[in-house]
C-alpha cells in the first residue's frame, strides 16, 4: 500500500523538472539539510506518502511533502536518519477534509520480544480517521507505557470489511520513531485509500527494545 501511494505521487509529478534547495519552511519552522528525521516531521508533521530500503551502505528514506497551493510538492531524501537532500516536484495542492468514523476495533500491541514488566510497552491512547479527497487518514497517538525506551515504533493499520477481510493494510513509524522514552508519547499518521466497503480498522502496535 505505501509503495502504491508512492508511486502514484511520484506519476503526478513526472512532467515538471525536480529543483534541489537546501530547505524549506513547514508550518512549525524551517528545516535544513542535516536534520534528523524526528526534527522534520516535529515541523513539517507526517509526509503523504514515504519509502524506505535498506542496503549495504545503511536506511535510506524518501518522504513527499505536499505544501499546498502556492508553493509545491517536496521529496526529501534521508540516508542512515539525516536529510541530504530536498527536492522541488510538482506544484502543491490543497486537501479537503471531512470526519469519517466507521465502526473499530481495539487497538492491540506487539513488542519483537516477550513482554516485560521492566521493558517498553507502547500503547495506542487515541486515534480517529478522516477522509481527505481519495484517502482516508488514520492519525493519533501512541504512548511508552512501560520502564524502558522503546525504539523503531510502527503503527500497522488494517482496514477491514463487516466480515472481517482484509482489504489493505498500511504500515507507518512514529514520529519519534527512533526512540520513545518510558512514559513519553508520539503521533503517527498512516495514509489509506478510501474504500466503501470497509467498515472497521485494527490498529497495532511493534517496537524494539533498547540495546
Known amino acids: 500500500m505505501k509503495a502504491s501511494v508512492f508511486c502514484i505521487i511520484l506519476s503526478l509529478l513526472a512532467t515538471h523538472h525536480a ?82 468514523y466507521p465502526p473499530t476495533t481495539t487497538p492491540s500491541q506487539q513488542g519483537t520480544t516477550s513482554s516485560s514488566s521492566t521493558g517498553p510497552d507502547v500503547k495506542v491512547i487515541e486515534w480517529v480517521a478522516e477522509q481527505q479527497n481519495q484517502y482516508i487518514v488514520v492519525k ?35 514520529s519519534r520513531a527512533e526512540a520513545i522514552p518510558a512514559g513519553e508519547t508520539s503521533f503517527f499518521e498512516a495514509m489509506i485509500n478510501y474504500d466503501p466497503s470497509v467498515t472497521k480498522y485494527d490498529l497495532s502496535v511493534q517496537w524494539h527494545p533498547p540495546k
Open 19 to 100: 529543483y534541489a534547495t537546501d530547505s524549506i519552511r513547514c508550518k512549525d519552522g524551517m528545516v535544513r539539510v542535516g536534520d534528523s528525521v524526528s526534527t522534520v516531521v516535529r515541523h513539517c508533521g507526517h509526509p503523504q506518502s514515504a519509502d524506505k530500503s535498506v542496503g549495504s551502505h545503511g536506511t535510506r528514506e524518501e518522504l513527499l511533502y505536499n505544501q499546498g497551493e502556492g508553493d509545491f510538492i517536496y521529496q526529501l531524501t534521508f540516508e542512515n536518519g539525516r536529510l541530504r537532500a530536498i527536492e522541488e516536484k510538482e506544484r502543491g495542492y490543497s486537501v479537503r477534509s471531512q470526519a469519517y
Open 140 to 174: 493519533g497517538t501512541v504512548k511508552n507505557m512501560g520502564k524502558q525506551t522503546a525504539k523503531w515504533v510502527k503503527i500497522k493499520v488494517r482496514a477491514l470489511d463487516q466480515t472481517n477481510r482484509l482489504i489493505t493494510i498500511e504500515e507507518v513509524y512514529a
